[in-house]
């Protein structure tokens, strides 16, 4: 059975900083392209980053370009998105996503998702 569950969220001041983990159980992790997207109420998904199987090429949306990093660690099958000088128009539901072989174009990754966890809530005050 897979399971992959999202941590790290929380309410920050604009301008903070959190890390995101996701970590993945029942599925072989390095088979799998990885990447993150959020939700906003009442707003679309949103494909911010992804990451290849090995680590070697990794994809940001404009949104977050700079400010967010993606990271994996296939031994600990864990991903990681460190975010950095957030904004309020961060503020969203963040998943963890599976997608097989490779990333897809980032506007297609929720989409594609094989599988994702529950979400983790990022708050960003003004």
């Known amino acids: 059975q897979v399971q992959v569950v999202e941590s790290g969220g929380g309410l920050v001041q604009a301008g903070g900083s959190l890390r995101l983990s996701c970590t993945t159980s029942?599925?072989?992790?390095?088979?799998?392209?990885m990447g993150w997207f959020r939700q906003a109420p009442g707003k679309e998904r949103e494909g911010l980053a992804c990451i290849s199987w090995d680590g070697s090429l990794t994809y940001y949306a404009d949104s977050v370009k700079v400010r967010f990093t993606i990271s994996r660690d296939n031994p600990e099958n864990t991903l990681y998105l460190r975010m950095n000088s957030l904004k309020p128009e961060d503020t969203a539901m963040y998943y963890c996503?599976?997608?097989?072989?490779?990333?897809?174009?980032?506007?297609?990754?929720?989409?594609?998702?094989?599988?994702r966890g529950q979400g983790t809530q990022v708050t960003v005050s003004s």
């Open positions: 029942g599925l072989t992790f390095d088979d799998y392209a």
């Open positions: 996503a599976a997608v097989e072989v490779r990333c897809p174009v980032l506007s297609r990754l929720a989409d594609e998702t094989k599988y």
